[in-house]
């Protein structure tokens, strides 16, 4: 199969994304107002938070919204993975996975192209929201603007990738708001994208310990580090990790020879 085939097919799928992401713009709306609810609404109750090293020196304070704005965008991504994950679940149930799926070109392909088409969509989302809430005070470095694109892609990526092995142990489309609730409350609540992880190991050793091995942590980590000029590696590589076992437990769930599909007689 030529290159250019490949292309082609990348090209389409982004493209189709890209026009249900237009047409639908209530879905564009609420990405939005989620994350700006919290930035607006909830912080105004916690106003101040003990300085982290990427802002702030550890003996200083930092207005509260300005910690929890990166952790606001991988939430926004993580919607868009359960988001994603909910469109493959009706595609399915529509036949339009079956003709995708179909297509002479790798089935890890298709898939990794739609995966991708996701994350982009994910990724613009998180920069308008970043726009919007410059008038909120959240102002990084403007290398950060651009630091913080990679880390966008990478967690994106590990986000929809979650979303696509939900997608393959989801049965019918009326079952799915039941598994989001599942998955993204714990996710996002267990984690440090509204308090530091030091807040969290004083009341709760235990629930220190689930945030440490929450990978959505490490992504609003990832991002929080990225968007202030700084690397962390720690963080990067578990999100790589994560990344690479849901992809692999995606391809094999659309494998219809070993996934959990072949149970259910294919696509």
């Known amino acids: 199969m030529p290159l250019i085939a490949y292309w082609r097919c990348f090209l389409g799928i982004l493209a189709r994304e890209g026009l249900r992401f ?9 990405a939005l107002v989620r994350p700006l609810v919290w930035l607006v609404i909830f912080a105004s109750g916690f106003r101040f938070v003990l300085g982290v090293s ?4 550890y003996d200083t304070y930092i207005p509260y919204q300005v910690y929890i704005a990166p952790g606001l965008m991988a ?10 994950s909910l469109s493959m679940v009706y ?3 529509m036949g339009n996975m079956r003709t995708l799926l179909i297509s002479p070109l790798p089935r890890w392909f298709l898939l990794l192209s739609k995966l991708l ?3 982009a969509v994910s990724i613009a989302q998180a920069y308008v929201f970043l726009g919007i809430a410059w008038f909120w005070g959240i102002r990084p470095p403007p290398m950060g603007w651009i630091a913080v694109f990679p880390a966008l892609v990478l967690s994106g990526l590990m986000l929809g990738a979650l979303g696509l092995v939900i ?3 989801v049965k019918q489309l009326e079952n799915f708001a039941g598994v989001m609730n599942f998955v993204i409350f714990p996710m996002f609540f267990a984690s440090s994208a509204l308090y530091p992880l030091w807040r969290i190991k004083e009341g709760s050793l235990f629930l220190y310990h689930v945030c440490q091995a929450n990978p959505f942590t490490h992504a609003a980590e990832m991002i929080r580090f990225a968007l202030y000029g700084q690397f962390n590696p720690v963080s990067t590589l578990v999100v790589a990790g994560a990344t690479a076992l849901f992809l692999t437990l995606g391809f094999i769930g659309y494998d219809p020879g070993r996934g959990l599909l072949a149970k259910r007689g294919g696509e």
Request: net charge neutral.
């Open 22 to 30: 237009i047409h639908q713009r209530e879905r564009f709306v609420s």
């Open 54 to 57: 990427i802002i702030a020196p």
């Open 75 to 84: 939430m926004i991504q993580l919607f868009n993975g359960m988001q994603s």
């Open 91 to 93: 595609d399915r149930e």
């Open 117 to 119: 088409a996701g994350t």
């Open 167 to 169: 997608s393959t142990l």
